[in-house]
């Protein structure tokens, strides 16, 4: 029996690899459940990357829905991003708020100049700690926060013009439906 006991925990191995591939394969890997949807956005006070001595906090924001999209210089799938947000960023519906995340702002400021700015405005936050209580994983990530600062949307990766028509836009009618009486 010893004997067969090397065996047997390779069987085991390979037994829980192929149901680590069925798992991945029935699942989208994007789809990472966000416990802060439906809950207050995390208060924060940021520098705008073209006016760093004026800051932007979550209070400043009140009001009015608004859309965060995480991105950086350094982030190849924010360039992917990018050209859906110059054509489609102004039709949303929400004031498209940059969030310039583990970027120098030298190299942000000169992406932006190069492939167009889609932002109504930028915030940095160049050391990461405000992502984190985000619940960023990485860039490119958006949130949809309510006029009372609430979160009601969060995709992770790359806004595409699909998911803006099937995802984003109807999350952004639904709240102007609850704001109104």
Known sequence: M???LPFFGFVLLVALFGFGIWW????????????????PAPAFVLPKL???AQTVSRDSLLGKPYLINVFASW???CGDEHPVLMADGKSIGVPLIGYNYKDAANDAK????EHGN??????????????????VYGAPESFLVDGKGIIRYKHIGPLTPDVIKTELKPAIAALAKEASP
Request: proline share 9%; glycine share 4%; with cysteine.
């Open 24 to 39: 991945n394969t029935q699942h989208d890997q994007r789809e990472v459940p966000s416990p802060l949807i439906n809950k």
């Open 2 to 4: 010893s004997r067969l």
């Open 110 to 113: 000169a992406w932006l100049a």
């Open 75 to 77: 982030c190849i799938a």
């Open 50 to 52: 073209d006016e760093p």
């Open 118 to 135: 889609p932002y109504d405005m930028v915030i940095v936050d160049q050391e990461g700690r405000t992502a984190i209580d985000f619940g």
